[in-house]
């Protein structure tokens, strides 16, 4: 079995490209076992996970624990809203609470950026970051590559355009520099007040159109307005924004690349950043990402608690 040598992954460049190609390799043999009757299988038996979602979430959190069920983990489930953190207790006393506990892993999700290294700091299990603050959500950038080398039979040469609010995008945060690693070309195309402050940090190029940028991209990846991260809009209207940057019908049929794939992480603005016609149009590839989800985070905690077997024979 091909292991992750980092302890935690908090950031996707916390991966080599090697090991980022064998959670994908390992994620369509899950994906496969998710197909079956019987999809559980007994690689993560007596490990203990727990998802700390301390910020809402429909997909990864459903994801996570989808795949933890299925690898036979034991799972606790530890919200906000029904724990002491209602009581003013800090992060870093959860976090020794749960180190009391010994438990293997910790899948974090957290308005802070930063937060997964406080836990990391203060506990002996595996951190997974499920997404924090506007800094970076790695498993949901395994799933995107997953489905985009699915459907594309590559990543390296792909230009691949993330179109929307990059500035508030924990996506964009690990997508760019992923792609960039795995030789894709990737270009935030957004207004200026939705450019990363350093868009080179993030190895992406720059465009302020999406009309000039469309006809080269062989990935359209959107974004939603993150607007419980922003005081307000930063563009004049939601109906401008969508004029010039949402993804729709005439936009798919006069500019897009006919072969071009249109992705989104969810949850979608219909009507804002992309029209029911593209969600419906059979290059959409929304409801793949999601499948590819559970897949792609069996494969990561598989291949970072050491899972018994090599999935090919548990597979079998
Ligand atoms: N893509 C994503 O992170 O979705 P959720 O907020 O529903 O987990």
Redesign the pocket.
């Known amino acids: 079995m091909a292991g992750i040598a980092s302890k935690h992954l908090i950031r996707i460049e916390d991966l080599t490209v090697d090991e980022i190609y064998s959670v994908l390799e390992n994620a369509a043999t899950f994906k496969e076992i998710n197909t079956r009757t019987i999809k559980k299988l007994p690689t993560l038996r007596g490990r203990t996970i727990i998802n700390m979602f301390l910020e809402?979430?429909?997909?990864?959190?459903s994801s996570f624990e989808l795949a933890e069920k299925r690898l036979s983990a034991d799972s606790l489930n530890f919200s906000a809203s029904s724990s002491a953190t209602v009581k003013g207790e800090s992060l870093l006393d959860t976090a020794e609470t749960f180190d009391a506990m010994k438990i293997d892993m910790v899948i974090v999700r957290h308005r802070y950026g930063g937060s997964p290294w406080i836990l990391a700091e203060a506990m002996d299990a595996h951190i997974i970051n499920g997404?924090d603050g506007i800094h970076q959500?790695p498993t949901?950038t395994l799933l995107d590559l997953f489905t985009i080398q699915e459907a594309k039979g590559r990543i390296a040469g792909l230009t691949v355009g993330i179109v929307g609010d990059i500035y508030h995008s924990r996506?964009a945060g690990s997508l760019a520099p992923a792609l960039k690693m795995m030789g894709a070309r990737p270009i935030c195309i957004a207004p200026p007040s939705y450019q990363p402050d350093v868009p080179e940090a993030l190895g992406a190029e720059v465009s302020h159109s999406l009309d000039e940028a469309l006809p080269d991209l062989d990935v359209v990846y959107l974004l939603r307005i993150q607007g419980e991260r922003a005081q307000g809009l930063s563009v004049p209207s939601l109906r401008e924004y969508a004029t010039v940057y949402g993804m729709n019908q005439w936009r798919m049929d006069n500019l897009m690349k006919p072969d071009a794939i249109i992705m989104h992480?969810?949850?979608m603005n219909r009507g804002v950043e992309i029209t029911p016609e593209v969600i419906a149009d059979s290059r959409s590839l929304v409801l793949d990402q999601v499948n590819a989800g559970v897949a792609v985070r069996m494969a990561v905690m598989y291949q970072m608690l050491g899972g018994e077997g090599d999935v090919a024979t548990a597979a079998r």
């Open positions: 809402p979430s429909t997909r990864t959190r997404g959500h949901q996506v992480p969810g949850p």
